[in-house]
């Protein structure tokens, strides 16, 4: 984010406050836009970002069957509604195809890619999926995504610790036995 938009954060910040009925003169509140704007340039840094680009392919001698999985990536989100953040985790498995395969750590960095913006749970989910689909064309993706949505919690129909959950599941993650072998790693069986 640019010093001109940070500057367009910090104006519209005070004049939420104003409009609100606080003082934004007052003392406690005089550093609070600039903060506000630091924070909004920290919590939506993706929308800087056109593509997810950051990551590398690998071969590997990876037999089809086996299920690469990373679960319980942690993430904060914004949801878009009301700019109030939700926030869980997210479990990516894939099962490579070619032997392609992508360095670990690349999958928590798209978790982070792909909330740090204003959206919505289900496109957290489905995001995770295509990004996935288009770096390494795997032959099965499952997303499962769940979350505490702060707009349903403090605010709202106030439904404190409800939990929402989303999944996708695609190619060989479609079959049965793939899905069955899927839930048995994530009971750590
Ligand atoms: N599908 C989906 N809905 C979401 C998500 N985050 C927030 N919402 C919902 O967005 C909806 C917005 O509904 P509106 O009726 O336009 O807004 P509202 O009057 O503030 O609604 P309430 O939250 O019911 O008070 C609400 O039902 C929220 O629960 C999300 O990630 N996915
Ligand atoms: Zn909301």
Not at 4 to 13: F, G, H, R, W
Not at 43 to 57: G, M, R, W
Not at 154 to 163: I, P
């Amino acid at each position: 984010m640019n010093e001109t938009n940070q500057q367009a954060i910090e104006q519209a910040v005070k004049q939420i406050l104003t409009a609100v009925g606080e003082d934004p003169n007052r003392p406690g509140l005089l550093e609070t836009p600039a903060r506000v704007a630091r924070m909004y340039a920290e919590v939506f840094s993706s929308l800087s970002e056109q593509k997810f680009t950051d990551y590398k392919i690998f071969d590997s001698d990876h037999d089809e069957d086996e299920i690469v999985l990373v679960k319980d990536i942690p993430f904060y989100s914004m949801c878009e509604h009301h700019l109030l953040p939700f926030f869980g985790t997210a479990t990516v498995a894939y099962i490579p195809k070619d032997g392609k395969i992508i360095g670990l750590s690349k999958i928590p960095r798209l978790v982070d890619f792909v909330t740090k913006k204003p959206t919505l749970q289900e496109n957290v989910t489905a995001d995770i999926a295509t990004n996935l689909a288009d770096i390494l064309h795997p032959a099965g993706i499952a997303v499962m995504v769940k979350a505490r949505h702060m707009c349903m919690e403090m605010r709202g129909v106030k439904k404190a610790n409800s939990q929402t959950r989303t999944s996708f599941y695609s190619g060989r993650f479609k079959e049965p036995q793939t899905r069955q072998d899927l839930m048995l790693q994530l009971q750590d069986i």
